[in-house]
């Protein structure tokens, strides 16, 4: 696909992203529509890297992305209109998600020429996958009390410490990991960004299983583990700044396709409903309702966020969506597995989750990931409406 300079009409876009979906969507690719999403991650690994080549090869990767750097400089409208499509053809959850939204928009802010130059090319091809080293046992909320190490010894960085949480490090080839680098200095002074490959002998990798019975997430071991001296975004020492420029970014523009996802679940739940009589339940009947309420909530949320020019929105609109979705999408867990009734708590032979069973027990990590819903409201309270700061 070519790299248009001019935006193209929406409806002639939005036409030519369905048109791609519906041909590409095929074939090989076929049994991946609706896999990947929330606690299926473990799902058709390989055949999701192969459907990320896919993406890079037609050129859906790094829409946003100046045209410089090999992205498709398409404005925030366009890139919305594409996971639209995407979410709306059932596409499957993207393991590239963490190159592409964190660290690429990272390197864009932060990183040099050079960097620039090695890393993006492989992200935009889908051919290199990316985790992200922040949390560690110690230090989730409050990243600052990070206690990893990093020490400069001529033309490498020496990595001692442990990740934990980290999201798909088992496939990942690369980690952007925050460490200490200044021994000397406190908190979010003397931290360091540093590009990590995964395929070394220094780093051990161990996946959690989860309350789904799946390994999305996990430890990460660092035993004198190497990073280039040049791998590193900013200035050695400046890794708080950069770290928080990625957070900023995190879950943006990508999550304007799941509200139909939502629609999908919500409707699945209905037919629940009304298929076990649940719905003649004043209790759950109310529940339904405002459950259908927070879908309408989530819409108007969005739409409200957009500006007439298609400007990306205020930066506190990301905190204030998943303050709205996170907890909301939980609820939609809980709902769903209360009007499947007493069915819900049994599971199939291998621990095989259904659907409802699956939304519920993965829900509850919605309000911890990405920032916790407490996190968000300090966010939003300190950020987005200047109030007076949480005492650190
Ligand atoms: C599915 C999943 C995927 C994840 N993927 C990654 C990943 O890829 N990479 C990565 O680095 N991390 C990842 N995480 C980790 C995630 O970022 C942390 O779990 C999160 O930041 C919370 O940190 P914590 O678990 O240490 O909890 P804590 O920070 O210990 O928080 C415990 C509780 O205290 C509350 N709390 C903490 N501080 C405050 C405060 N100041 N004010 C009010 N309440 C507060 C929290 O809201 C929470 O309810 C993932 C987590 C999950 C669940």
Redesign the pocket.
């Known amino acids: 696909m070519s790299r248009a300079s001019a935006p193209p009409d929406e409806d002639a876009f939005r036409a030519q992203v369905r048109g791609w979906l519906a041909t590409n969507l095929a074939g090989e690719f076929a049994p991946l529509v609706g896999t990947g999403g929330?606690g299926r991650e473990h799902e058709f690994v390989p055949e999701r890297m192969a459907w990320e080549r896919r993406l890079g090869d037609g050129g859906w990767i790094g829409l946003g992305w100046p045209e410089s750097v090999g992205g498709r400089g398409l404005p925030w409208r366009h890139q919305q209109i594409f996971y639209e499509e995407y979410a709306r053809a059932g596409a499957p959850g993207r393991v590239g998600h963490?190159g592409e939204h964190l660290l690429g928009p990272t390197l864009l802010m932060f990183g040099t020429a050079g960097q620039r130059a090695r890393f993006l090319p492989g992200v935009l091809a889908g051919t290199q996958l990316w985790?992200?080293?922040?949390?560690?046992?110690?230090?989730?909320?409050?990243?600052a009390g990070l206690s990893t190490r990093a020490r400069l010894d001529g033309a490498e960085w020496h990595i001692d410490g442990q990740?934990?949480?980290?999201?798909?490090?088992h496939v990942a080839d690369w980690c952007f990991v925050?460490a200490r680098t200044d021994p000397a200095a406190e908190r979010h002074h003397g931290l360091s960004y540093l590009l990590v490959p995964m395929r070394q002998p220094g780093i051990e990798v161990r996946p959690i299983m989860?309350l789904t019975g799946t390994s999305?997430?996990n430890e990460v071991f660092f035993d004198d583990a190497r990073a280039g001296a040049e791998d590193v975004v900013g200035a050695p020492g400046d890794g708080w700044r950069v770290a928080m420029g990625t957070l900023a970014v995190e879950r943006g523009v990508s999550t304007f396709g799941q509200q139909l996802g939502y629609q999908r679940e919500f409707e699945a739940m209905l037919a629940t409903a009304r298929a076990t009589g649940a719905i003649d339940d004043p209790d759950l009947a109310a529940r339904i309702v405002e459950a259908w309420i927070g879908l309408q909530v989530m819409r108007y949320t969005t739409l409200a966020t957009l500006t007439p020019a298609g400007e990306p929105p205020a930066p506190t609109a990301p905190n204030v969506a998943k303050l709205i979705w996170g907890p909301w999408h939980q609820r939609l867990g809980e709902l769903a597995v209360d009007v499947a009734g007493p069915a819900a708590t049994v599971v199939g032979p291998g621990y095989q989750l259904d659907d409802a069973q699956r939304l519920f027990l993965?829900g509850?990590?919605?309000?911890?990931?990405?920032?916790?819903?407490?996190?968000q409201?300090?966010v939003i309270a300190e950020r987005g409406l200047g109030l007076p700061r949480?005492p650190r």
């Not at 992200?132 to 409050?142: I, K, L, V």
């Not at 509850?364 to 996190?375: C, H, K």
């Open positions: 929330p963490i985790c992200q080293g922040y949390s560690e046992p110690g230090a989730g909320s409050d990243l990740k934990v949480w980290t999201s798909l490090a925050l989860q999305e997430f993965f509850r990590a919605e309000t911890i990931y990405g920032g916790s819903s407490e996190i409201r300090t949480e």
